[in-house]
């Protein structure tokens, strides 16, 4: 829960929360969020499998990007897996419209913060 509540709080990442409006050719704020869920995995994080890619693809909300562009889907989400084991991990995606791979890495790190 603590997550889901930083999320909607991260100031500098705020328009995360909007939506791509094509009309404007730009992210208005519609205040509608970033989706976030958890999920219960029934069995223990695999050995390494907290640095695998497939993991992630498996795990990550990922949306059609144009979807995105048409403004019907979210610029992010975010899944947190949570492992019989105690383990956890979190997958995020986000449109690379709006975010590179470095800003994304900086957006979880101040989030998580």
């Known amino acids: 829960a603590a997550l889901a509540e930083c999320l909607d709080q991260s100031a500098a990442f ?5 939506r791509h409006d094509p009309s ?4 208005v704020d519609s205040n509608e969020g970033v989706p ?3 999920v219960r995995v029934e069995h223990a994080l695999p050995e390494g499998a907290e640095h695998s890619e497939e ?4 795990l990550a909300d990922i949306r059609p990007s144009a979807e995105v562009a048409a403004g019907r889907a979210p610029l992010a989400t975010a899944t947190l897996a949570l492992f019989s ?3 956890a991990v979190l997958a995020v995606s986000a ?12 957006f979880v790190s101040e989030w998580v913060r």
């Open 14 to 18: 705020g328009f995360l929360s909007g």
């Open 24 to 27: 404007a050719g730009a992210v």
């Open 36 to 38: 976030f869920t958890t």
């Open 55 to 58: 993991l992630l693809y498996r």
């Open 85 to 87: 084991d105690g383990g």
């Open 95 to 106: 449109s690379h419209a709006v975010l590179d791979g470095e800003a994304l890495m900086r």
